[in-house]
């Protein structure tokens, strides 16, 4: 089992751009299926992107398509979230997720998805 680590959240004015890494411990990242959510104060837990263990399929919200882009590195143990035009309602906590029996056909529900990190917030200002 992974133990996701979130970075790179932080301030940001409307249209401007952040990147998001998530790097997971142990040796078995590249097994895992990984997925970014977030969370608004007083919102459930939101689907954003997940990517599966070679990075070739990738699934988005539609509310961040064409602004966000998933991307891995299994040699590094790392995920990336690069977040581009960025909008008051990105504005949350950004959670990184892993699970190895995750598939295509359920990576947008956070409850498949067994290890979490701790978040990193985004907040983004008009």
């Known amino acids: 089992q992974v133990q996701p680590v979130e970075s790179g959240g932080g301030l940001a004015q409307t249209g401007d751009s952040l990147r998001l890494s998530c790097t997971a411990s142990?040796?078995?990242?590249?097994?895992?299926?990984m997925g970014w959510f977030r969370q608004a104060p007083g919102a459930g837990r939101e689907f954003v992107a997940a990517?599966?263990?070679?990075?070739?399929?990738?699934s988005y919200a539609d509310s961040v398509k064409g602004r966000f882009t998933i991307s891995r590195d299994n040699a590094k143990n790392t995920m990336y979230l690069q977040m581009n035009s960025l909008k008051p309602e990105d504005t949350a906590v950004y959670y990184c997720?892993?699970?190895?029996?995750?598939?295509?056909?359920?990576?947008?529900?956070?409850?498949?998805?067994?290890?979490w990190g701790q978040g990193t917030q985004v907040t983004v200002s008009s």
């Open positions: 142990g040796s078995t990242f590249s097994s895992n299926y």
């Open positions: 997720a892993a699970d190895p029996q995750v598939n295509r056909f359920d990576a947008r529900d956070y409850r498949n998805f067994g290890s």
């Open positions: 990517i599966s263990q070679r990075g070739n399929i990738i």
